[in-house]
T-cell receptor
Framework: RKEVEQDPGPFNVPEGATVAFNCTYS??????FFWYRQDCRKEPKLLMS???SGNEDGRFTAQLNRASQYISLLIRDSKLSDSATYLC???????????FGTGTRLQVTL | NAGVTQTPKFRVLKTGQSMTLLCAQD?????MYWYRQDPGMGLRLIHY???????AKGEVPDGYNVSRLKKQNFLLGLESAAPSQTSVYFC???????????FGNGTRLTVT
């Protein structure tokens, strides 16, 4: 079983839709969690950190459920520019080493 | 503000050749990392460093060596390249513990 798992998708949604991604992690000692966005042939870029109380940044909301060991990302009012691959990551132990999921691809269409 | 810079951006090697990938960061971060990304496999940690003069193995270290002689630089070496090392390599840095990683823009390596 992979340490961090995501549904690879693709998720095809119309512009304006709400879409949610889940990500599960297997190591209960994981301490920090993040969502990254990766455009084709580019480096991953931090979208948002995920806090225990949940957090929101504009159209994006991240949640953490430690009991069930998953994190989620909700995107409201999807834009064409949201089309990308979304990577979740969990940090365990020292040195902030991140373990990444394989990513979920989102395609927003007109 | 350069952030994390990787050189080269692209490289083609023949099997058995060697090369070094350079990563430089100007954010005074203690932690630096090398990942490789392959289709369907996601990002996998090769080696990492928690400070100048230190290195440690990650998930897929075989066939690679690293050095961190200066805090701002982290070098990844391939002594004898193999086709299985064809990949996109990303360097990243972070600090303090629990912080997100900042990535360089990657090196596309093809080994024929």
């Amino acid at each position: 079983r992979k340490e961090v798992e995501q549904d690879p998708g693709p998720f095809n949604v119309p512009e304006g839709a709400t879409v949610a991604f889940n990500c599960t992690y297997s190591n209960s000692a994981s301490q920090s969690f993040f969502w990254y966005r990766q455009d084709c042939r580019k480096e991953p870029k931090l979208l948002m950190s995920v806090y225990s109380s949940g957090n929101e940044d504009g159209r994006f909301t991240a949640q953490l459920n430690r009991a069930s060991q998953y994190i989620s990302l909700l995107i409201r009012d999807s834009k064409l520019s949201d089309s990308a691959t979304y990577l979740c990551a969990a940090s365990t132990g020292t040195a902030s080493k991140l373990t990444f999921g394989t990513g979920t691809r989102l395609q927003v269409t007109l | 503000n350069a952030g994390v810079t990787q050189t080269p951006k692209f490289r083609v090697l023949k099997t058995g050749q060697s090369m070094t990938l350079l990563c430089a960061q100007d954010m005074n971060h203690e932690y630096m990392y090398w990942y490789r990304q392959d289709p369907g496999m996601g990002l996998r940690l090769i080696h990492y460093s928690v400070g100048e003069g230190t290195t440690a193995k990650g998930e897929v270290p075989d066939g690679y060596n690293v050095s961190r002689l200066k805090k701002q630089n982290f070098l990844l070496g391939l002594e004898s390249a193999a086709p299985s090392q064809t990949s996109v390599y990303f360097c990243a840095s972070s600090y303090p513990i629990g912080s997100p990683l900042h990535f360089g823009n990657g090196t596309r390596l093809t080994v024929t």
